[in-house]
């Protein structure tokens, strides 16, 4: 089938029509294994906490090196484990999954947030004022970006067009969940900073990116349902 000349064919499924519920069904038995997923954030904002707390001891509350090591742990450990649960089914030869291509993104996106932060201390930005909420989001989050435009990518390939693609996406409660903490968590970092609160030790600058990580979300909806189906 000539992809391209397919890619802008064709209606969506109907809801509730035979296409739109073989699609769907077809994403929920696929076993996933998002349940994997999820184990692997609960080490990273602990490794986090237990670094900010240790760093406060030392004196290096506003250390810049210390507040990327904590942030890197407490908004991105889950990334790294994630990324070896990637590359481990990739030695298994596993069959693509969307947890793996998930896994990928997150793990990709890692570097993303450290240029974002070294930049805006370069160019004078308040990291710790309402202006440098971005920060902890991207920290938090940019891997979250990442794995939601590889799960994207990989509906795309999978389904052939980037029509069915999309139709896929919007059904898919993975990538819903996903979208929704991408968009309404650098609310809440905004309206944290608004009313006063700043990341001033490096135990705050944990736990406003631990608030920020809600990375467990959308791999726990996968899991449920996996679960519940």
Not at 26 to 55: C, Q, R, V, W
Not at 78 to 84: A, D, H, P, Q, R
Not at 95 to 106: L, R
């Amino acid at each position: 089938m000539d992809v391209k000349n397919e890619e802008f064919s064709g209606e969506f499924p109907e809801e509730g029509s035979p296409e739109e519920k073989s699609l769907e069904e077809g994403f929920l038995e696929e076993g996933e294994e998002f349940s994997e997923l999820i184990k692997y954030t609960i080490p990273g904002y602990i490794l986090g906490l237990l670094a900010g707390i240790f760093l406060d001891v030392q004196g290096y509350q506003r250390s810049p090196v210390g507040q990327w090591l904590v942030r890197t742990f407490a908004g991105e450990g889950e990334s790294i484990f994630e990324g070896i649960f990637s590359i481990r089914q990739r030695l298994r030869k596993a069959e693509g999954s969307m947890a793996e291509a998930y896994g990928w993104g997150k793990f990709l996106g890692i570097a993303f947030p450290w240029i974002i932060d070294l930049g805006s201390r370069l160019a004078g930005v308040n990291v710790y004022g309402v202006e440098g909420f971005y920060i902890p989001y991207f920290y938090a989050l940019s891997d979250q970006i990442g794995a939601n435009i590889s799960g994207l990518l990989f509906l795309k390939r999978r389904e052939g067009s980037w029509r069915a693609g999309f139709s896929g996406y919007v059904h898919h409660p993975v990538m819903l969940a996903s979208f929704f903490v991408i968009v309404l968590v650098p609310l809440g970092l905004l309206g944290a900073r608004i009313l006063g609160f700043s990341p001033t030790t490096q135990t705050f600058t944990a736990l406003e990116t631990i608030a920020a990580n809600l990375c467990w979300v959308p791999p726990l909806v996968g899991w449920l349902n996996e679960k519940y189906r």
